[in-house]
């Protein structure tokens, strides 16, 4: 049941260029995305989230869109740095429902 | 910054004992929850707890387990018979009022059944 879904399981990017991280999902009834970063033996860190009456949100350097017809969502890090090396959890959540379904993760890697 | 403590960070149990996994929620957080990722997969939901009652559980949270709130600032997650299946990075997660969903979470206890 891969109702959210992060095809790239892992990036690689340069430091100071853009990394994008894609995320998409099945369930229409999802109304709230989020994205987190782990580190390797600590608990999943919020980064950034939006609302599906949303387009876009942006937080400093980490900004979230969301495609509603496509059921697609993404985040770009600018300017990526080296401390954003970690592996990037994108979740949902629908109305009403306090679970978030996660996606399976993108390990990012930035290249000094 | 306020943060989530999850303790014991690792625990090594026989299959079939039981075991409790002990976290301390954010003081002023009323919403707590439970998720686990079992190795190479995504971090999944168990349960959500609420003004002292379980408000919502995933099929995988079964008779075998059940929380608690046993003193107002400890959240308890106890598996009453381990099985091996139970082995993974059990993360405990509060949150305040209000439609923000990011919640916090703990660094995690990584359960190893034998």
């Known amino acids: 049941d891969q109702q959210v879904k992060q095809n790239s399981p892992s990036l690689s990017v340069q430091e100071g260029r853009i990394s994008i991280l894609n995320c998409d999902y099945t369930n229409s009834m999802f109304d709230y995305f989020l994205w987190y970063k782990k580190y390797p033996a600590e608990g999943p860190t919020f980064l950034i989230s939006i609302s599906s009456i949303k387009d876009k949100n942006e937080d400093g350097r980490f900004t979230v869109f969301l495609n509603k017809s496509a059921k697609h969502l993404s985040l770009h890090i600018v300017p990526s740095q080296p401390g954003d090396s970690a592996v990037y959890f994108c979740?949902?959540?629908?109305?009403?429902?306090?679970?978030?379904?996660f996606g399976t993760g993108t390990r990012l890697t930035i290249i000094p | 910054e306020p943060e989530v403590t999850q303790t014991p960070s690792h625990q090594v149990t026989q299959m079939g004992q039981e075991v409790i996994l002990r976290c301390v929620p954010i003081s002023n957080h009323l919403y707590f929850y439970w998720y686990r990722q079992i190795l190479g997969q995504k971090v999944e939901f168990l349960v959500s707890f609420y003004n002292n009652e379980i408000s919502e559980k995933s099929e995988i949270f079964d008779d075998q387990f059940s929380v608690e709130r046993p003193d107002g600032s400890n959240f308890t997650l106890k598996i009453r018979s381990t099985k091996l299946e139970d082995s993974a990075m059990y993360f405990c997660a509060s949150r305040g009022t209000g439609l923000y969903y990011g919640y916090t979470f703990g660094s995690g206890t990584r359960l190893t059944v034998v």
């Open positions: 979740a949902a959540s629908a109305q009403g429902n306090e679970k978030l379904t």
